[in-house]
Every structure is written in structure tokens, then in C-alpha cells.
T-cell receptor
Framework: QKEVEQNSGPLSVPEGAIASLNCTYS??????FFWYRQYSGKSPELIMF????GDKEDGRFTAQLNKASQYVSLLIRDSQPSDSATYLC???????????FGSGTQLTVLP | SQTIHQWPATLVQPVGSPLSLECTVE??????LYWYRQAAGRGLQLLFY??????ISSEVPQNLSASRPQDRQFILSSKKLLLSDSGFYLC???????????FGPGTRLTVL
């Protein structure tokens, strides 16, 4: 049984701060890791993916992967109120690249 | 560019009624297709996936079924809905040979 664990939050940060979202996973064979953002009532939107150990940066977002520790994180720099959403961590596995999702972390950025 | 459509956007159905949700993808060929369900306040649960026409894999036993009659069409069905079938149903696709998965706008189903 593949498991993906996230702190459900809620996580509150002030505008302009760094938001740190964390995720652990149980399947050591997982190769691909994804972060989705989901606004209330909307479908998830892919914001980052990472395959290799280390950091991957895209604008204000940085994904960090440590396969030895089975840990993946997402940093949001200069957080904005528009970043307030639920962030879903997912791992890909299987021949059809099925995703297993965590339950999500609710982030609120306070103006 | 590729787009994914789902309909209807919202649906209210009585217990015991049938269900048919449709998903189509444009601008690509031979995608992997997926159905997920998200219950209120919960994470996404993979229900079915398909790697080609007529090829369906089920992740969770339930009273739902899926079909893929055409390359870019994925249908979720039920003969008799249960209260527990209420939720947000999401179709997703992955381009052939890629890992990134993209979601459609979803169908919000309420079973009364």
C-alpha cells in the first residue's frame, strides 16, 4: 500500500514570508513527485514536479527531494494572498504512471 | 494546445439512479486517462485508469465502472448510485511518454 503523508494544516503565513510544505512517502520505488495547488471548489493545478534528488526552482516555487529520507517539500517564497489554497503532494508509480495523493495541506497567506 | 473537458459540471441524482459522466481530451493522441474521486474535505482517490481504447484498470472495488470507447473519450458509469458516491469527480490525462498529469474541471455529484 503506497502512502503519502502531509500535514493537513491549516498553515498560516504572513504575506511576503516563505511557506514550507512537507510530504513523506512510503514507496521507495517512486520515481516522480508532484505538487498540485487546489483552490476551493476547483480542480487541482500542477505547479511543480521533480524526479531527481536536490532542489528544483521555478519562479517563487522550489521543490526539494530527498529519496533517502523519502521526503519531498515545496517552498513558496514571497507568499501572496493568491497562494492561499490546498497543496497536494503526489507520487507516480506503475506502468500507467498512476498518482497517489496525500490528503493536502491548507495554506492561508495573511495580508 | 491540449484541453480536457468534463460534463456535466454539477449533477444532483437520487439514490438508485444511473450515472454517466463523460471526459474528452483534445489536441493529443494515445493519452493515459484517469478517473479520481474527491470526497468532501478529503484527498483524491484513484478509481480507474486506461492506457488505451477498451483497456480499463480498476483501483478500488465499488459500484462504478469505466469505459473508453474512443482514444480521447473516458466515461464513468453506475447502474445504481449510493449516497456514498457523492463527491467531486475528476478526469485527468497524461501525454504518452510523459509523467505530468493534468486535470479537467471536474463534476460535482450530489446523491440524495
Amino acid at each position: 500500500q503506497k502512502e503519502v503523508e502531509q500535514n493537513s494544516g491549516p498553515l498560516s503565513v504572513p504575506e511576503g514570508a516563505i511557506a514550507s510544505l512537507n510530504c513523506t512517502y512510503s514507496d521507495r520505488g517512486s520515481q516522480s513527485f508532484f505538487w498540485y495547488r487546489q483552490y476551493s471548489g476547483k480542480s487541482p493545478e500542477l505547479i511543480m514536479f521533480i524526479y531527481s534528488n536536490g532542489d528544483k526552482e521555478d519562479g517563487r516555487f522550489t521543490a526539494q527531494l530527498n529519496k533517502a529520507s523519502q521526503y519531498v517539500s515545496l517552498l513558496i517564497r514571497d507568499s501572496q494572498p493568491s497562494d492561499s489554497a490546498t497543496y497536494l503532494c503526489a507520487i507516480s508509480s506503475g506502468s500507467a504512471r498512476q498518482l497517489t495523493f496525500g490528503s493536502g495541506t491548507q495554506l492561508t497567506v495573511l495580508p | 494546445s491540449q484541453t480536457i473537458h468534463q460534463w456535466p459540471a454539477t449533477l444532483v441524482q437520487p439514490v438508485g439512479s444511473p450515472l454517466s459522466l463523460e471526459c474528452t481530451v483534445e489536441g493529443t493522441s494515445n493519452p493515459n486517462l484517469y478517473w479520481y474521486r474527491q470526497a468532501a474535505g478529503r484527498g483524491l482517490q484513484l478509481l480507474f485508469y486506461s492506457v488505451g481504447i477498451g483497456q480499463i484498470s480498476s483501483e478500488v472495488p465499488q459500484n462504478l465502472s469505466a469505459s473508453r470507447p474512443q482514444d480521447r473519450q473516458f466515461i464513468l458509469s453506475s447502474k445504481k448510485l449510493l449516497l456514498s458516491d457523492s463527491g467531486f469527480y475528476l478526469c485527468a490525462w497524461t501525454p504518452d511518454s510523459y509523467n505530468e498529469q493534468f486535470f479537467g474541471p471536474g463534476t460535482r455529484l450530489t446523491v440524495l
